[in-house]
């Protein structure tokens, strides 16, 4: 007899949505097979699940994409409930994923430890680290302005920053997946995207010749949009007037 999808496994799923690109999701993703066994489901229900989940997502829906047709009611609460709480959504899918690999193998894991300055500090460090699987995966791990596709070399950087809004920390549509070089001119306020999605560059790096093919070159040319959580325009607008130096 199938037995339903609880709680705890529709997070996991979504964990699983977020990191994976949508395109990409199959029954032989190697996460989808590492989650679907820590959940004791087959990996095809888990890429179901994720398919489900993907006719809740705006992003796919405006450009013509539905998921699967046929969802259940506590996907939509799940989606409902986190979507407006990304940071929840980070540290309680992580928890659960670990509590799972626990009971799976009977060990402790990091997550559980007591100590409020533990507990801090670990889920930082978790967040932080759903936040950039989330925007590399969005992105197909190529940054949006050049394709640079080299992980090592990728940033998933803020369009508000860290410091300045702790609700939209997590939120995946305040993201944009940049390489290094151009991370710290976005965080610098020498570039920028607008609404439109169309690379701006400050008047600060326009004059110096020597970072024509690296800045300028950019300049009005429109971004890679990821294929979910597409950047809102409204954080955009904020980093055009309050960071940007154009």
């Not at 991370?183 to 920028?192: H, N, P, R, V």
Request: hydrophobic share 35%; proline share 4%.
């Amino acid at each position: 007899m199938r037995k339903n999808w609880t709680r705890e496994e529709t997070i996991i799923a979504f964990n699983v949505y977020c990191k994976i690109p949508f395109k990409n999701s199959s029954a032989r993703h190697p996460l989808v097979i590492e989650m679907a066994k820590i959940i004791g489901r087959s990996p095809a229900a888990l890429n179901m699940k994720i398919g489900n989940l993907g006719r809740l997502d705006p992003t796919l829906k405006a450009k013509g994409i539905t998921g699967l047709k046929n969802g259940a009611k506590l996907e939509e609460d799940v989606w409902a409930e986190f979507t407006n709480n990304w940071d929840a959504l980070a540290f309680e899918s992580e928890r659960l994923i670990e509590k799972f690999k626990r009971d799976l193998k009977r060990e402790s894991n990091e997550l559980l430890k007591t100590g409020k300055e533990t507990k801090r500090l670990v889920k930082v460090r978790v967040n932080q680290s759903f936040f950039r699987q989330m925007i590399l995966s969005g992105y197909s791990s190529k940054c949006c302005i050049t394709g640079i596709s080299h992980e090592k070399l990728l940033i998933a950087s803020h369009i508000i920053p860290w410091s300045e809004n702790k609700k939209e920390r997590l939120n995946p549509t305040n993201g944009l997946c940049l390489n290094a070089l151009h991370d710290k001119a976005f965080d610098s306020g020498l570039i920028s995207v607008n609404p439109n999605y169309k690379i701006l560059i400050s008047n600060r790096l326009k004059g110096q010749t020597e970072h024509v093919k690296y800045f300028k070159n950019f300049a009005g040319k429109k971004i890679n949009l990821p294929d979910k959580f597409l950047p809102s325009k409204q954080f955009l607008e904020y980093h055009n007037d309050v960071i940007f130096l154009g």
